[in-house]
């Protein structure tokens, strides 16, 4: 018989399936990234649909089976000032796609979930300028790649052949969020040109080294 079981999870995507269905990818507390079938969620009288709208917190019922799907799904916290915000959910969505692009299938991090529930509480409480958001959004997916390894001691940082360069000014503020949460980065007070030359070097450093940790996914995949 397919198993059922419950759990916390936060929607990465959602995309059209088969007639009236949707695929949904989530990254759950206790069972990591999943792919599911949202069986009719497309149809106007869908129960699931609102549930499983993109960064929406929820508990959620999967049935397992060849093709998982959500059997019940109740919202915890949808985000609201954040989805009403085109610039915050423009940061957030490009955020939780690279996210869920890094993320392997069934590989559960409590630490990384609570870092994702972190970030976008603190998107929908925290009003400031795009290029905080932008800021907040790189801070967050640096603790992710952390997280998983690819860290940087910014004290002593030096950059090789191909690797972004790393201003004074950058360097002293980047090195000052070195131990701290993604909540007590969210409190600090920083200019607006060490920020935006975080961002600079942040977007560019994330963008290597999660590249080439997506090809090598998809070349362990094959």
Not at 47 to 68: F, N, Q, R, W
Not at 139 to 165: H, S
């Amino acid at each position: 018989m397919p198993e059922t079981y419950c759990a916390r999870a936060i929607v990465l995507s959602r995309r059209p399936y088969r007639g009236y269905d949707n695929r949904v990818s989530v990254y759950s507390r206790e069972r990591g990234k999943l792919e599911l079938l949202v069986k009719g969620a497309r149809r106007p009288a869908s129960k699931l649909a609102a549930h499983l709208e993109p960064l929406t917190l929820l508990d959620l019922m999967v049935v397992s089976g060849k093709i998982p799907f959500a059997g019940a799904a109740v919202s915890r916290n949808c985000y609201p000032h954040l989805k009403s915000d085109f610039e915050k959910v423009s940061a957030a969505g490009a955020a939780i796609g690279r996210l869920n692009r890094l993320l392997k299938e069934h590989i559960a991090d409590e630490e990384l979930f609570s870092l994702t529930e972190d970030f976008l509480h603190i998107l929908d409480t925290h009003t400031a300028e795009e290029s905080w958001y932008q800021w907040i959004s790189n801070m967050f997916l640096y603790k992710v790649l952390e997280r998983l390894g690819y860290g940087i001691n910014f004290a002593t940082y030096v950059p090789e052949k191909g690797q972004p360069r790393l201003v004074p000014e950058a360097k002293t503020s980047l090195v000052h969020t070195q131990n701290l949460s993604l909540s007590e980065i969210a409190k600090l007070k920083v200019l607006r040109k060490p920020l935006a030359e975080m961002n600079s070097f942040l977007e560019v450093w994330i963008r290597n080294i999660s590249e080439f940790l997506i090809f090598n996914f998809i070349i362990f995949k094959a």
